[in-house]
């Protein structure tokens, strides 16, 4: 790494993970972390082993007094110099504790979305194919974090297809899309923070909250309508099967949580439905 490297100019990238959490990507260091629980191991058992040592030697052989199996006010009256010793392995095992439970907790920091990654890819950060603000190779902050050994402090929830899509086309649709309402409302404009695009993940989930509405009464509206029209039974049968087909494609592309399962039975309540329906009116059709 260059010793005078000039690590400066990042204002607006540290503006923009102060607004957006998401954007900003960091080393796990998880082989450091695997070293450290490894070394901090080594010392717990060596400082165990000098608390025994203590005891073997200081008291009657046949006592048969470990750490393990005796209190530690039991030995520090029988060995009063065995106290030292004690507190020396008992801070080294709380040390290791907790550095077992940091190391757990960066581990299961969440991997860069990537709609975050491409965010931090608007930014002029990369030097030299240098990560500019700490000179480290830029391939660890570009690609997927899960390939790289980063993290995020924090990502956006799990999202459904047409979400991820869209955030993926975020830089598009502010140019062409929300610069023409901008127009609209008489040319004013939003000042940005650093070049990150300003449809955020919050603005397209409330878009497709009332998008799913939307499509969700229309698409049972014109199924209704589709039945009452289309007269003989076979057409009847045809029109079901693809607004039922549209339905379940419908269904999965706007829900980021629902099973392979839970899909197929809301497919069979939409049919069930519509079995319902189609025997309701079968009485009325020409040659009943």
């Known amino acids: 790494m260059e010793a005078g490297r000039l690590r400066s100019g990042f204002t607006d990238f540290y503006d923009d993970i102060a607004l957006y959490p998401e954007t900003g ?35 009657e052989p046949d006592s048969g007094a470990t750490l393990l199996n005796c209190s530690r006010i039991w030995a520090v009256k029988q060995v009063p110099e065995v106290s030292t010793a004690w507190d020396d392995y008992e801070k080294s095992l709380v ?6 439970c940091l190391s757990q907790q960066v581990l299961n920091l969440p991997h860069q979305s990537a709609y975050a990654q491409k965010r931090l890819q608007d930014f002029d950060i990369y030097k030299n194919d240098q990560f500019g603000p700490t000179g ?5 902050y570009q ?8 993290c995020a402090w924090r990502t956006a929830p799990a999202s459904d297809f047409l979400t991820t899509y869209l955030l993926s086309h975020s830089n598009w649709i502010e140019k062409h899309v929300m610069k023409r309402f901008e127009k609209l409302r008489g040319g004013r404009t939003v000042k940005k923070v650093g070049k990150g695009t300003h449809v955020t993940h919050s603005i397209i989930v409330g878009v497709m909250d009332v998008l799913a509405c939307i499509v969700a009464n229309f698409l049972l509206t014109a199924a209704m309508y589709a039945l009452d029209v289309v007269r003989p039974l076979k057409g009847t049968i045809a029109v079901i099967g693809t607004f039922g087909l549209v339905f379940s494609l419908a269904l999965k592309a706007v829900s980021s ?22 025997g309701g009116t079968s009485n009325s059709r020409p040659g009943n």
Request: charged share 25%.
């Open 25 to 59: 990507r960091f080393r796990r260091f998880t082989a450091h972390f695997a070293k450290k629980l490894h070394d901090d191991t080594e010392e717990v058992l060596q400082m165990e082993s000098a608390v025994n040592g203590i005891l073997r030697n200081k008291m």
């Open 95 to 100: 040390k290791f504790g907790r550095i077992l």
């Open 136 to 140: 480290e190779a830029a391939y660890i």
């Open 143 to 150: 690609g997927p974090s899960y390939a790289t050994d980063t």
């Open 257 to 278: 949580s629902l099973s392979r399962g839970e899909v197929f039975g809301a497919t069979a309540a939409y049919f069930a439905v519509a079995s319902v329906f189609v």
